[in-house]
């Protein structure tokens, strides 16, 4: 099945004789498409992965934005760029242009925007793309090909695949692949970055993430409070770029507590199940061993199946290496900061640099902070506030590489140099 696929998606590559407008149009039916089924979309990773069903409807709505966005702005994005020469006459410029056929690797928690973020401008670049999905989401993953089918792509632009471990790693170092882009677990990116590495393969990556959420200073801790919950519990704590830690100024950090500790607990009312019994097994074994370094737990009931009560965690001396681990949950831990400085330490010592959140009433403080955390993204007083347009993307153990945003389109494209000169 994977030959075939790679097969299929090699074709359409070297025939695909489309125009960057005529691309840019089936973008934009697929975000039509996107909107006009996003009840069917949101069902179906509602029951493949529990996630509630507003978020799953904001899910697909934010995935048509995002190929709306790279239908609307593909030309520019493309357009030859001049080269300003030092010496010499004639002219040079840049152009940007498909590489082949790409492989996605994504994972279960945003069936839909993984895809989208990854899908949208390579396919407005004219790249082919083969795509794994988690297992957990078969049927989110048929719909969005039928998407694809129903805008107009010819077979193999886009071609949704099953395939083990063997068969990726394989596939990965395939000539028929020019780059391999993965989404999920650290260990699951090491091991891509290897093969794709040992077969001087394109890679980009977005792995863990442990967020810090820095409060500095506020005038209002309700509303401050109610933003590191809103951190917290999208899609029940099961995202990458999720507030996990927060960091807390002394002055505040009693009253933050005590709110943000009642608001964590009156959230098990309604609160969904992880994705698997598997998941809330590990998270619960990371919470034991946080209590045996020493943790102090605060929650009401106790893991049942696949669903995990809400809880914080205060105590939690940073050189534990519970600190050092993701929680993938309704799990938030807490510190208390003596000072700016010790707050930013404590803000980067962690192996991941995805995202992160400043709160603070001080313009200056907040660059000065956002200018020394070690992440790929700052956000300043403000949650959710991801967009079409704003590369995404961390560092260290989080990865690296950048989608959407003019940088995403750039991440697989041959920026070909044509240097010329006038023959006499």
């Not at 493949?48 to 934005?65: I, N, Q, T, W």
């Not at 442990?210 to 209002?220: A, I, R």
Request: hydrophobic share 40%.
């Amino acid at each position: 099945m994977m030959d075939r696929a790679l097969d299929l998606a090699e074709r359409a590559y070297r025939s695909n004789a489309t125009t960057v407008a005529q691309r840019a149009e089936l973008l934009h039916t697929v975000a039509a498409l996107h909107t006009e089924r996003s009840g069917e979309l949101a069902r179906l990773a509602h029951e493949e992965m529990g996630k509630p069903l507003d978020e799953a409807v904001a899910e697909v709505e934010f995935s048509a934005s995002i190929y709306s966005y790279y239908a609307a702005n593909a030309e520019a994005f493309l357009a030859d760029e001049p080269v300003e020469l030092l010496a010499g006459e004639g002219t040079a410029f840049v152009r940007r242009q498909p590489i082949g056929v790409l492989l996605g690797i994504m994972p279960w928690n945003y069936p839909y925007y993984q895809v989208a973020r990854f899908a949208a401008p390579n396919l407005a670049l004219g790249n082919t793309i083969v795509l794994k999905h988690a297992p957990q989401c078969p049927e989110s993953a048929a719909a969005l090909q039928r998407i694809f089918t129903d805008a107009g792509y010819p077979e193999g632009c886009y071609v949704n695949v099953s395939a083990s471990n063997e068969q990726v790693a394989e596939a990965i170092a395939d000539v028929r692949v020019r780059g391999v882009s993965f989404t999920g677990s650290e260990r699951g990116g090491a091991q891509v970055a290897e093969t794709a590495g040992r077969n001087l393969k394109k890679v980009v990556l977005e792995l863990g993430g442990s967020d810090p959420f820095l409060v500095l200073s506020t005038e209002d801790m309700e509303a401050t409070v109610q933003a590191a919950v809103d951190a917290r519990f999208e899609n029940t704590g099961q995202a990458c770029n999720a507030g996990k830690r927060f960091i807390v100024a002394d002055d505040l950090y009693d009253e933050f507590l005590d709110r943000f500790t009642e608001k964590v607990l009156a959230n098990a009312d309604g609160l969904a199940p992880l994705s698997s019994v598997t998941a809330a097994e590990r998270l619960e074994e990371q919470v034991e061993r946080a209590v045996a370094d020493g943790a102090t737990l605060v929650c009401e009931g106790r893991r049942e199946g696949a669903f995990f009560p809400p809880g914080v965690l205060t105590g939690l001396s940073p050189a534990s290496p519970s600190a050092a681990e993701e929680l993938f949950g309704p799990v938030a831990t807490v510190y208390r900061a003596g000072s700016e400085a010790e707050a930013v330490e404590l803000a980067n010592s962690t192996p991941y640099g995805l995202g992160s959140y400043v709160f603070t009433t001080d313009p200056e403080q907040a660059m000065r902070v956002a200018d020394r955390i070690e992440a790929g993204m700052v956000f300043v007083n403000g949650v959710g506030l991801e967009g079409p347009e704003l590369p995404f993307g961390g560092i260290k153990r989080s990865g690296f590489g950048r989608e959407l945003g003019r940088a995403g389109i750039d991440e697989f494209a041959n920026k070909k140099l044509i240097r010329g000169v006038t023959l006499s």
